[in-house]
């Protein structure tokens, strides 16, 4: 039975979601003030963690999907003794705090993901109870269940509108993923108004058909939540969603469920009359009081306790098992297996012609053995982005160490499903679909480099040379879009050797996501002997073939496909005696993290006759080409039919590329 | 009861699929036959719609959600007598063909909508049928049905999966949509193969969830289906979902119930063998009966009379109401009312500072009275995006006549559903968010450009600037992002009558979207007697302050916000006895649309010492300051903190912009 002081430990969570509001004259009081009830229940009842040692792998993960809510988090972390001094709390949303106004992975001990975008810790949460159920299955031995915990999230109205939780979440009840259990703030209130002027579905007859178990509770009621959550963790088969009935902003005389509370300050008259209706000292701020401490507090010798118990049977593990321990460690501490770069393969010219693609196929089974945590899949396009791992089994209800996962045509939850595989640590997955369709993952992908995962991106048919599906399968824009996202490597190569080099370098990265950006059609392997090695790639930008003479008067830079387009043209020009160097630049980022130096010695500044030439919009090609120089882009949408048809239709072809060569020299020579 | 005319109907809609993927070596030919029985049904015993005038204002509306099956829709059309000739499904995926590989809005007659990327269609029939209503509530009057249609879409298990159709069809449900029936493929494959894969949930009851009405029927049970639209047809409340259990590729000896049958031609001896088993001659392509072209055909003397009987209610209608139909004929025809212009509001010095969302919600809410169709929302943040047009009550189940559309937090079902809107004609529509989430809607935004619709966006909240709400939602690179999507208008305005120009633009442009990026923070509303007029604005860039002695030195260049700190720094500069020009460029694509004399005037050639200024990724700009000028982006992602401390914390100040446009201005004078 929930006594005096656990009302005062909750409306300690309410005090201080107010206060810190107020203070920041902004943030989001309502929820927290809301859901204090049931987080308290969870925090301090069920979520086994260790305040001291935020990184212990087999703790409890806990998901504020509805990020908004932060100082609910925020308040949490202090009060159970993570290193967030009350301070933090004071400096909510200013310069430099740890308490900026959405949770931020990375920043706060604590926080498992960043949120605030709705959607996406929903689907996190589902990627990271994949992710123990995969290391569960992969590591676990007989008496060592070393892994082997729950994920929690608090959910919100707002969560479960947004597209990407019907997908996590049919997905979640399709594997049946037992061991995930979301708390859902069902305050009835959105931005808008009330819910009932939008939002009037049956929320727990979604669930129930996507195979989810759903109970509801009065979130208000500690006991109640209690037994749920007790309920929930006899449930093996489903994943569970139990829906709190609350009133946002509970305690508030004039402003309890009003939508109002979600997104303002309640006033500091408001606050004084919520205090005094909570039983509270109106004239305090950020009050806590010592016996609520103190029942926070045991989390930190709970958690000390548990983590302890399981170090030791992890020791134990080590002791029985060395290699598995020694590579969940190696893992865990984001480095891979020692060696797995010698099984990247190297392909020769007769090998060819080869879409990326494909290469990418057997570079991915190439490596998958030696990465025996590497996951992923497509969402739905496998046969087409040639991402299965041939022999490794698929991750089901029943074959929970299968590597291979049908997202379905679920791209928004892969993106947010695999970012949540990264957060939990141990995997290294990716993930594919067309290019077109990176827009529908967009969001997720965007997280992905804000947070600095590791995640790979396969997006193939890379352009508009996929011919007869059309302008609506056809990317003009993205390879574009998507260079515009910080810390985002975007990695199209010309060749099978390039898109090796482009896997090596994609894992490799550990502060941020990779996109490799590969073709559907067949292109020629290039011959290394003739031409520069591959290892050039791997800094973004590398003279591929340099002007016969040694002394070229045009640069041609191009990636992918369109470096095959150079080569050619670079033919024709030294048939009419220009010199030109052909460049591969399969990744911008990674070229302009170069030193100056080497980015001079490949696009020399003296040589302002430059022309760059990608099957897409030509937006900030500029900056490579300067002034003077000339790109041959795709600056319209595309159409549908044979792409050898399209090539002449839209003037990619060796001779146009020559023409133009000639016509930026000859300017460049009369300027 | 069926006859043996009828599956002789069916089987041609089969094989001219499985004949025309096969010819063009490319295609999807399973979900046509799979899908035929029920196509047949619904196209020659129910749809109202005249072949002979596509653009026949009261018509049903079809929609293919699942574009993939276009063979399906060009064969209807072809059968059933639009101006699509047996040739062009022969060249059906060649270029230049009205076939192409989806099915593409204003190509071919007919067609109603593109799609092929997934779930957009599936909101797109939401949004036309929000449009019937509306226009219905709005226009019709006691005796005068003028408006009264259903609209049909057939959908896909990959539909279902993507989050749009979870986001559009709650929305559906809320809204009772009665006259939406849509008729689900359920066949059980995906291209990874069988659905029972991943896609396990109980789709009847999550419809159920929603508040549709379901029915399930065996979809090669032309009577099954028959009766299952007449039954729908009697639900007024609630929209239906006819689930069709089929078999993919029907008929086919090997390939039916197979995944492969999905995308790629059953080769010619599997055709040849489907013919043979459906009763078909073997050797024979692209055959059509004569007795089968009788039935199809059919619908051009029944759609002619219906059109007819309906034209002579309009005359009628015209007659009792000629304000009514007058304006609704010019809406149609893609004309706004006359004299609408006259009521976009000037903003004087005085009225500001103002939010530049605050500005358009002033400008909305000025000219709704003059645009009786304009409806719109926003995706939640109606406060927060000024998009409440006050006055016009909500769009409902109990209200079809309101104006403002409460879409919950769906930004994805709100881009497909405006795209709807604008495909049914009648209607202005316009929807908004924060800039940030227009990643979660970028799909359908893509297709409005893609479709060349008349919508606009409402994306406010546009830099940093924010401030406390952190990087999550704070754009960076939305803006190049945006600016990369062809067709696509990004509208930046420094301020409320630049914003009042950038409405104005908006709704005279007819031929694609434009999207207005507006502040969350107050501006001053700039002095048009000391500045240049805010007419500049429309044509995408403009000279807005001159040199004080009409020479400038160097060009400032910025856009939003930025615009004020180069009018600041213009100021400084004067002081330092530097003469520079400050151009405001809201649009680019407007600006490069302007003839090159104008351009050239705006940013002489010959003043090569540039520097633009916007709070974003730099990525584009260098080809408006070339190599010499120099871009003040923002090229990391943001931080929570009140966003006077970020301007410091990011440079953004007067003295930082005029710091750098003198060193700008020594290295050209050194070069």
Request: proline share 6%; with cysteine; net charge negative.
């Amino acid at each position: 039975m929930s006594t005096d002081l656990d009302h005062r430990c909750i409306n300690t969570l309410r005090t201080l979601a107010m206060d810190a509001v107020q203070k920041a004259a902004s943030g989001h009081p309502g929820m927290p003030m809301g859901m204090a009830d049931a987080a308290y229940v969870l925090w301090t009842r069920f979520l086994r963690h260790d305040p001291q040692d935020p990184t212990w792998l087999d703790r409890d993960r806990f998901v504020l999907s509805a990020g908004h809510g932060s100082m609910l988090l925020y308040s949490l972390l202090h009060l159970t003794g993570y290193d967030l001094p009350l301070e933090e709390l004071k400096a909510f949303r200013q310069l430099g705090s740890l308490t900026p106004g959405h949770p931020e992975y990375g920043l706060t001990p604590g926080v498992e993901t960043t949120t605030g975008p709705l959607g996406q810790g929903f689907a996190n949460g589902v990627g990271m109870a994949m992710a123990e159920r995969f290391l569960a299955a992969t590591f676990n031995r007989p008496g060592f269940s070393i892994i082997d915990h729950h994920t929690y999230a608090i959910i919100s109205d707002g969560d479960l509108m947004e597209g990407i939780s019907h997908e996590a979440a049919s997905l979640a009840g399709h594997l049946g993923l037992g061991k995930l259990i979301y708390l859902y703030d069902d305050n009835g209130i959105t931005i808008e108004g009330s819910t009932d002027i939008t939002f009037t579905e049956d929320v727990a007859d979604r669930f129930r058909a996507y195979g989810w178990f759903v109970q509801q509770v009065d979130g208000h009621n500690a006991d109640a939540v209690t037994e749920a959550i007790e309920t929930a963790h006899g449930e093996a088969e489903r994943p569970s969603l139990i829906a709190c009935r609350t009133h946002i902003a509970y305690g508030s005389p004039n402003k309890q469920d009003d939508a109002e509370a979600h997104g303002a300050p309640l006033g500091e008259d408001e606050v004084a009359r919520t205090k005094e209706q909570l039983g509270w000292p109106a004239d305090v701020q950020f009050w806590v009081p010592d016996d609520v401490r103190e029942v926070f507090r045991k989390a930190v010798a709970d958690g000390g306790e548990a983590h302890e118990a399981w170090s030791e049977l992890f020791g134990r593990y080590a002791e029985a098992y060395p290699e598995e321990a020694a590579l969940l460690e190696r893992l865990l501490a984001g480095e891979l297996p020692e060696g797995w770069q010698d099984a990247v393969p190297t392909f020769g010219a007769s090998d060819g012609p080869m879409a990326t693609r494909k290469a990418s196929g057997s570079v991915l089974n190439a490596i998958a053995g030696k990465l025996p945590t590497m996951v992923g899949g497509s969402a739905d396009l496998a046969p087409s982005n040639k991402t299965m791992l041939d022999g490794y089994g698929v991750f089901g209800a029943g074959s929970a160490g299968g590597r291979n996962v049908h997202f379905g045509v679920r791209e928004h939850a892969m993106g947010g499903i695999l970012n949540g595989m990264a957060l939990h640590g141990g995997l290294i997955p990716f993930g594919g679909t067309f290019l077109v369709f990176s827009d529908y993952m967009r969001p997720s992908v965007r997280l992905a480099a804000l947070m600095e995962l590791p995640v790979v991106y396969v997006w193939t048919h890379d352009s508009v040379w996929i011919g007869e599906d059309g302008p609506t399968h056809q990317p003009v824009e993205h390879l574009a879009a998507l260079r515009a996202i910080p810390n985002l490597h975007v990695v199209r190569p010309a060749d099978a050797n390039e898109t090796a080099a482009a896997w090596l370098s994609a894992l490799e990265r550990r502060a941020g996501p990779t996109a490799l950006v590969l073709t559907r059609q067949s292109l020629p392997v290039m011959d290394r002997d003739v031409l520069t090695g591959s290892g050039g790639a791997a800094r973004g930008g590398y003279v591929l073939s340099e002007a016969p003479d040694g002394e070229p008067e045009v640069l041609l830079i191009a990636t992918g496909s369109e470096v095959h387009l150079a080569l050619k043209a670079q033919e024709c020009l030294a048939n009419e005696g220009v010199q030109a160097r052909v460049v591969s630049m399969p990744c911008w980022a990674c070229f302009d993290a170069q030193p100056t130096r080497y980015r001079d010695e490949v696009l020399p500044p003296g040589i302002t006759a430059r022309l760059a030439i990608e099957a897409g919009v030509s937006m900030g090609w500029r900056r490579y080409v300067g002034s003077q120089g000339e790109v041959m882009g795709i600056n319209h949408f595309g159409a549908s039919a044979p792409y050898k048809d399209l090539t002449k239709a839209f003037g990619f072809t060796a001779e146009a590329v020559t023409e133009r060569a000639l016509a930026v020299l000859e300017r460049v020579a009369s300027a």
